[in-house]
C-alpha cells in the first residue's frame, strides 16, 4: 500500500489560518463597564422586574433550574455548570466572573461620596458601593424555580460525541459544539440543546476546518503502521484498532462502545500500541496505567471520552481490575454507577466512554465481558521485523480523523453499520457480538474506505466471504461466552465425585455420559450421581423427554460445595438453570419433579440430557 498523504495544499492552508483567526477571536478579554453608569440607557438597579421579578437583560449567567435537594444549578459566566447551596459574596461573584462589573450594576447597594462640584464646593452623590447579596439570591432562586427540576446526571452533557434527539452527531470540544451539516462545519457555544444542558470544560481537539477525502486521510498512514505488529489476525485486527480510534470519539453517540483488550508478552509491542493510539488522539483519550474503577469514574464525570489502560494484569488475591473491567462493561451502553461518599451521600455516574486495555495476563472474566470486547493477541517480533516508526502529526491526525467522523456519521448510521449488521446477522452472529465487531469494522471503513480493507486482506466487496472470515475469526472467542444457566450446568457436569473408579474420580459430566451411551447401567448412574445430591431419571419418566433426566435439587451439601466460591453459591444454582431453554431444563412437570435421592424424596430441576448434548454440539465440536 502506497504511504498516505494528509491535506496538503491550499485546503490546508485555509484550515490553518481559520484556526489562527478563532484562537485570536477566543482570546478578546472582556470589557469593563463602570457599574455607576447605565448600560443600553438603564440605570443600575433599575432594569424593569428589579431586585427580583425577573433575570435582569442580558445576564452573563444561565440558572439551570434546582434538582431535588434544592440544590440551585447555573451556568457561570465562562459558560461552565456551577451548584450553589449558600449564597454569599463570594459565591456570587465566582458565578459571574470575569463580569463581576454586572453583578454590581444589577444589584447595586448605594452609599454616599464626596466630590468637588465646578464651583469649588463639596456636595454627595449616590454611587454603588457593594452588591445586595440577598436580592441577587432572590432573583437566581425566583428564576430557578420557573425551571424544571434539574438532574445533572442525565441532562448534563460533557465533552466528547454526542447524538441529539435527531441522531445528528455532536462533538463538544470543550469551548464549543461542533456539527456537520452535509459536509459544512458549524459551530455554537454549549447551552440547553434538545433537553440536554452542554456546558463548557477543559479544551480538547477541535475538528480540521476542511473536509477531508479518505484517500488523504491520516487514517490510511495509521493503518499501516497498525500492519506492522505481529497480529493473531493480520487482515482482521488492524482493522479493529482503528475502528477503535474512531468509535472512541464517537463515544455517546453511539449505541453500543466496542472495548478492545490487547494481549501478549513482554516485546510484542503494546506500549508502541498505545503510544501511537495516544498520539493520533492526543487531547482526546485519557491514559492511565494500573488504575482503578474509582480513578476513572472520577475522572471521566460527565464527559465521553475513551481511556486506554495499559498493565491490566491478572493479580492473585485483588479484584480491583477486574472492577475496571465491569466499569467498561456497564459504559458498553451507557450504564449508571452509583457509589457511596464519605459523606453518607450517594453518587450516581453515567458512562459513556470506550475503553481499549492492554495486559501480559488480563484479569479473570465472565461472559458478559468477553461479549463486550474483541479480544487482539500479538505475537513477538522477530529481531529483523521491527515496528515501523511511526510518524504521527499530533496537531493534526486526531483533527482530521474527528472531521471524517463528523461529516461521516450520516453515512456510517444509514449504510455501512446496517451492512456490517446484515452481513454479520447473514453469519448467525448474535446481537452482542454485531454490536462489537460490526461498529469496529463499520468505523474503519468510514475513515479509510474499502480499498484500503481490501489491501491488508479484508474482502469487505464480496459480503459473504468477509462474513465468513470475521465468523471463523471470531468463532473461538464468542463460544466462550457460555449464557448463565449453560456455565452453570458445566460447572456441575465437570465437578468430581468422591469415589475411586479406575484409578480415577469420575465426573458428574462423564457418569451422565456413560449413561446416555449406555456404557454404565442406570441404577450403577444413579448411584454415583446421589453422592453429590442428584439423581438420574429414564426418559420414560416424562413422555416428551429425549433421553435420561438428570435431577438436580435446590440444595445438598455435596452439592453446595460444588457451587461453592462460585457466582452459583448458596442456591443461585436452581434460578440460572431455570434460565435455559425449557426443552433442555425442565421445571414446570408439578410432581414429575419430586425425586429420590439417598432415599429422600427432593423437588428437582430435570435436565434432559440428550437435548443439552444437541445444543452443546457445535461449540464441542469446534472445540476438537
Not at 449504510?415 to 448474535?430: A, E, F, G, S, V
Not at 454490536?435 to 459480503?463: K, S, W, Y
Not at 453422592?531 to 420414560?540: I, Q, S
Not at 425425586?595 to 443439552?612: E, M, Q, T
Request: neutral net charge.
Amino acid at each position: 500500500m502506497a504511504k498516505a498523504q494528509t491535506q496538503t495544499g491550499k485546503r490546508a492552508i485555509r484550515a490553518k489560518f481559520t484556526d489562527a483567526m478563532r484562537a485570536l477571536d477566543d482570546e478578546k478579554p472582556p470589557v469593563y463597564c463602570d457599574p455607576n453608569q447605565p448600560r443600553d440607557g438603564i440605570k443600575p438597579g433599575a432594569w424593569t422586574g428589579a431586585p427580583f421579578a425577573n433575570l435582569p437583560p442580558d445576564c452573563p449567567v444561565s440558572v439551570v433550574g434546582f434538582d431535588v435537594d434544592q440544590k440551585l444549578w447555573l451556568k457561570n459566566a465562562r459558560g461552565y455548570l456551577m451548584a450553589i447551596e449558600r449564597f454569599d459574596a463570594n459565591t456570587l461573584t465566582a458565578a459571574f466572573s470575569p463580569q463581576t462589573d454586572y453583578l454590581l450594576w444589577a444589584w447595586p447597594a448605594f452609599g454616599a461620596k464626596k466630590i468637588t462640584n465646578s464651583e469649588g464646593g463639596t456636595e454627595e452623590i449616590k454611587i454603588v458601593k457593594r452588591l445586595e447579596v440577598q436580592q441577587a439570591a432572590m432573583c437566581l432562586q425566583t428564576e430557578a424555580g420557573r425551571k424544571r427540576v434539574f438532574d445533572a446526571h442525565t441532562m448534563h452533557r460533557g465533552r466528547g460525541g454526542w447524538a441529539d434527539k435527531q441522531d445528528n452527531f455532536i462533538w463538544h470540544s470543550g469551548d464549543w459544539l461542533w456539527r456537520s451539516d452535509r459536509g459544512k462545519l458549524t459551530s455554537s457555544r454549549p447551552d440547553e440543546y434538545d433537553g440536554f444542558l452542554y456546558t463548557r470544560g477543559k479544551p480538547t481537539i477541535e475538528p480540521w476546518h476542511e473536509p477531508v477525502a479518505t484517500e488523504e486521510s491520516p487514517a490510511k498512514r495509521i493503518l499501516d503502521d497498525l500492519a506492522t505488529w505481529n497480529w493473531q489476525r493480520p487482515y482482521l485486527d488492524p482493522v479493529l484498532v482503528l475502528g477503535w480510534i474512531a468509535s472512541s470519539i464517537m463515544g455517546g453517540a453511539l449505541k453500543a462502545r466496542p472495548i478492545v483488550f490487547t494481549t501478549g508478552g513482554h516485546g510484542v509491542g503494546k506500549s508502541t500500541l498505545h503510544e501511537l493510539i495516544t498520539n493520533t488522539l492526543q487531547g482526546v483519550v485519557n491514559t492511565a496505567v494500573d488504575t482503578t474503577a474509582a480513578g476513572i469514574y472520577q475522572k471521566a464525570k460527565h464527559d465521553a471520552l475513551p481511556f486506554l489502560v495499559d498493565e491490566l494484569e491478572s493479580k492473585a488475591g485483588s479484584s480491583k481490575n477486574q472492577s475496571v473491567i465491569e466499569l467498561a462493561r456497564v459504559a458498553y451502553t451507557g450504564g449508571d454507577i452509583s457509589r457511596g461518599g464519605a459523606d453518607h451521600e450517594g453518587t450516581t455516574f453515567k458512562m459513556n466512554s470506550s475503553f481499549m486495555f492492554s495486559a501480559i495476563n488480563p484479569p479473570p472474566m465472565g461472559a458478559q465481558d468477553k461479549s463486550r470486547m474483541a479480544v487482539l493477541n500479538l505475537g513477538r517480533l522477530e529481531a529483523n521485523d521491527g515496528v515501523r516508526k511511526m510518524v504521527a502529526n499530533l496537531e493534526e491526525d486526531g483533527r482530521m480523523i474527528l472531521r471524517q467522523v463528523l461529516d461521516g456519521w450520516a453515512d456510517y448510521k444509514a449504510r455501512l453499520l446496517p451492512d456490517y449488521w446484515k452481513t454479520l446477522h447473514d453469519q448467525k452472529l448474535d446481537s452482542r457480538a454485531i454490536d462489537t465487531f460490526g461498529t469496529l469494522l463499520a468505523a474503519a471503513e468510514m475513515l479509510v474506505g474499502p480499498e484500503a480493507l481490501e489491501a491488508i486482506g479484508l474482502p469487505v466487496t464480496d459480503q459473504v466471504q468477509m462474513g465468513e472470515i470475521i465468523r471463523h475469526a471470531t468463532q473461538a472467542e464468542r463460544e466462550e461466552n457460555l449464557d448463565n444457566w449453560h456455565k452453570c450446568l458445566n460447572q456441575l457436569l465437570d465437578s468430581t465425585i468422591d469415589q475411586w473408579r479406575d484409578g480415577i474420580k469420575p465426573t458428574v459430566g462423564g457418569v451422565c455420559d456413560e449413561a446416555l451411551r449406555g456404557a454404565l447401567e442406570l441404577p450403577f448412574a444413579r448411584d454415583r450421581l446421589g453422592l453429590v445430591n442428584c439423581g438420574l431419571m429414564p426418559a420414560e419418566h416424562l413422555p416428551d423427554a429425549q433421553g435420561p433426566l438428570l435431577a438436580v435439587p435446590k440444595t445438598g451439601p455435596a452439592l453446595m460445595r460444588i457451587f461453592d466460591g462460585t457466582e452459583f453459591h448458596k442456591e443461585v444454582h436452581f434460578t440460572a438453570l431455570k434460565q435455559a431453554p425449557r426443552h433442555i431444563v425442565i421445571s414446570d412437570r408439578g410432581n414429575k419433579q419430586k425425586v429420590k435421592i439417598a432415599g429422600v424424596p427432593k423437588h428437582c430441576l430435570l435436565i434432559d440430557l440428550s437435548a443439552f448434548q444437541r445444543h452443546a454440539a457445535p461449540a464441542d465440536s469446534a472445540s476438537g
